[in-house]
């Protein structure tokens, strides 16, 4: 037992400084917003009733919506409260995974630790814009975590049937992020590790024949035209290879054929029953590029851009890093301490949020520094100092919060949280609102999620417009002769035709007069009544 609680709680104390800390969270600042307006009008019909985005509801698939909005109703709790507590769970078990690989592979409790804290560090992934660790308590941040914990129990030797059970999970959640884990157990048939899967696939395909509120009928057979695939391009440029920069390639190509040299170094301690996930991976996330550049853009096949295969090169990053780490560890306790400083680099690199292909001084710096750090956390962890590496390794996250580039600071300004409340007074169903002078800026998707009332047309909006050809239509229209740089002059007659209600100008003055209705405490926001 206290063996057990001497590493639960490292594992935890590192798992809520990763939350909280570095690389951290964020709320209502990416897909959240997206998800919680859903959430909301699933809790409350009125809510945000006439908004666009009821119409590219996308949770067929996915059992996040049923259980976070059964936790919501068990426990009274507002949704952030209950996503942080999902996050911090998966985070937490994703934590166990690493570890348990670490163990694996002959590390000692601590080293195995380490090894965890600093996976869970997190990558950015230039080129499909994901994240390693999501900053955002979204379904693919809860899934990646299990797929962790799932190959972690594999190589720890438990029964393959109940390994599988967290892969099965995630794939609840969003089987996007572990298809290709997936296509390599059945490759390998193992049919005891994807039972869960199976069953999962069965239930999730039950669920959606009764999945509550508005949910669209996602074409999966059909090919792009042209203009829905313009569409996409601007909107979603991360799934089109040839509107990534090419440095993202070489990222993939720096950081694949590490995961596979760590791979290869560890050959004779990886349990054979995950040898083959550490070297196939990182292949089947190359091979999506061709894949790509084939059924997507020459093919226009218009399943590519809802699944989005590209982010499987997620595995070349999340491998570099956690076999990296456990090689990194191995030579330092042999006393090979340049070879483990080697093997940091790039793991620590990828930690510091940063794209290391384009690393300033500054950034060089602090990864020396940090590297530095880690080889004298494994040096404590082999002496009898050993109890000063844990608070040590705890205080390397509050370091990455000053020189790495962790979550943002929040968009929530007193004044958007005084705007988004009068809005919510107002009772649903109200008003339409519309903010003319933001552009691309993710303030109206924040107001929309606080007040509960529909916004006619904003960036964030358009987040569905891989999934369904008739919602990328209406958004682009919006977005093209409203809101998009060049757009027509403002024309009010126009905006009342369209349903608009509410005006809420942040710059611009009125084009005719308006009875102002509202002015935020610090004067940032000004609603005026179009109707």
């Known amino acids: 037992m206290k063996r057990a609680l001497a590493v639960a709680l490292p594992l935890l104390a590192l798992t809520l400084s990763s939350v909280f800390v570095y690389p951290g969270r964020t709320y209502l600042q990416s897909d959240t917003q997206i998800y919680i307006p859903i959430f909301e009008h699933l809790l409350n019909p009125a809510a945000i009733q006439g908004d666009l985005l009821l119409q590219g509801v996308h949770l067929r698939y996915t059992i996040y919506d049923e259980v976070t909005l059964a936790l919501r109703r068990l426990s009274g709790l507002d949704f952030e409260w209950v996503l942080l507590g999902q996050q911090i769970l998966f985070r937490y078990l994703g934590a166990w995974g690493a570890y348990l690989l670490a163990r694996a592979c ?170 083959p996930y550490a070297l196939w991976l990182p292949m089947v996330g190359f091979a999506t590029i061709p894949a790509s550049l084939l059924l997507q853009e020459r093919l226009g096949w218009a399943l590519l851009p809802q699944i989005q295969p590209m982010r499987a090169l997620l595995y070349c990053h999340l491998l570099c890093q956690w076999l990296g780490l456990i090689c990194a560890a191995l030579e330092l306790r042999e006393g090979h301490w340049l070879r483990g400083a080697a093997w940091l680099l790039v793991p620590l690199s990828l930690a510091l949020r940063g794209d290391f292909l384009q690393f300033t001084p500054a950034d060089w710096t602090a990864q020396a520094a940090l590297a530095l750090a880690v080889i004298a956390l494994a040096w404590l962890s082999q002496q009898h100092w050993a109890a000063f590496a844990l608070p040590l390794l705890l205080a390397v996250p509050w370091a990455m919060a000053t020189y790495g580039h962790g979550a943002a600071p929040s968009l929530e300004s007193p004044d958007l949280r005084a705007l988004s409340e009068w809005a919510k007074q107002q009772g649903p169903g109200s008003a339409m609102y519309f903010f003319p002078d933001l552009g691309r800026k993710p303030e109206p998707g924040v107001f929309r999620a606080r007040s509960l009332q529909p916004v006619y047309a904003c960036w964030k909006q358009g987040g569905q417009v891989n999934y369904f050809a008739a919602y990328a239509y209406a958004w682009h229209e919006r977005w093209t002769n409203l809101l998009a740089p060049g757009h027509a002059a403002m024309d009010y007659a126009d905006l009342r035709r369209r349903g608009i209600t509410r005006l809420i100008l942040t710059q611009d003055a009125p084009h005719e007069p308006l009875p102002l209705l509202y002015t935020s405490p610090g004067g940032r926001y000004r609603v005026y009544a179009l109707r």
């Open 106 to 275: 002959g590390l000692g409790a601590l080293a195995s630790v380490l090894v965890s804290g600093g996976l869970w560090l997190g990558a950015f992934v230039y080129g499909p814009a994901i994240i390693t660790t999501e900053y955002e308590p979204v379904p693919r941040g809860f899934a990646v975590p299990l797929t962790v914990l799932s190959v972690g129990l594999l190589a720890r030797g438990a029964p393959a049937l109940w390994a599988g059970v967290p892969l099965g999970i995630a794939f609840l959640y969003h089987a996007p992020a572990i298809w290709p884990v997936l296509l390599i157990a059945v490759v390998l048939r193992q049919g005891r590790f994807l039972a869960a899967t199976a069953a999962s696939a069965l239930l999730l395909a039950g669920l959606s024949i009764f999945q509550p509120g508005p949910a669209g009928a996602q074409s999966f057979f059909s090919i792009l035209d042209t203009p829905h695939a313009h569409i996409q391009q601007l909107r979603a440029p991360y799934n089109w290879l040839y509107r990534w920069l090419p440095r993202y390639i070489w990222t993939f190509a720096i950081t694949g054929p590490l995961a596979l040299a760590a791979a290869w170094r560890l050959r004779g301690v990886l349990p054979p029953l995950v040898r």
